[in-house]
């Protein structure tokens, strides 16, 4: 136990001011996707550039594409959440049929997609867990865009299988922001279900 908490400090004192900016930022950014907030997109597309060049320096070639993901979704999901045209905003909501057809194609199919890229054209070390990891978030975040409260569930399995896989490549901050936001998902996650309520019970009584 003692050579795990002296191999921690160890990585902690070697993180970078620039892995301590995209933590801060990862974790202003799930706070203000938890709170519902539309600031949470900007704050993200600044962390995950700052994340992209890092996770090149480790390899993390499937994290490195689903940060590319990140900011093309990003994007779609201010996009999405912005009123447009004199129209309210897009309401929290439970997926429909559909979007749990599409989540499950990003989550099988973008794992097998990923695994053969990873196997054929990196040099990845793990590639099954660095697929998953990925294809996982990528449907987590599908689903935020469309502010659906299903996202948290995806994006908390991809957390859990992130957090050994960071602290494996050395990226000690990255995997104590993986926790973080692994935590406030489960928040998150309530927080959107008495979102859901409260419109329905407005819904009913008007």
Do not use: C
């Amino acid at each position: 136990m003692q050579s795990w908490i002296a191999l921690f400090i160890e990585q902690l004192k070697a993180t970078t001011w620039l892995e301590w900016l995209a933590v801060i930022l990862g974790v202003a950014e799930v706070l203000l996707a938890r709170a519902n907030k539309v600031w949470l997109y900007p704050t993200g597309i600044a962390a995950t550039l700052i994340s992209l060049y890092l996770l090149l320096q480790v390899a993390l070639y499937a994290e490195l594409l689903l940060n590319g993901y990140y900011v093309v979704m990003s994007v779609y999901g201010w996009h999405h959440w912005i009123k447009k045209r004199g129209q309210p905003a897009v309401q929290v909501a439970y997926a429909n049929k559909r979007e749990w057809i599409i989540t499950l194609l990003i989550v099988f199919a973008g794992w097998g997609l990923l695994y053969l890229m990873l196997v054929n054209f990196t040099q990845s070390t793990v590639p099954v867990w660095d697929a998953w990891v990925s294809s996982t978030a990528w449907a987590g975040m599908w689903l935020l865009a469309r502010r659906k409260i299903e996202n948290w569930v995806l994006l908390n399995i991809s957390n859990l299988f992130a957090i050994p896989l960071l602290y494996h490549k050395n990226l000690v901050m990255f995997a104590v922001l993986t926790l973080i936001l692994f935590v406030v998902a489960i928040f998150g996650y309530y927080d959107w279900r008495k979102i859901i309520i409260k419109e329905h019970l407005i819904s009913v009584a008007s």
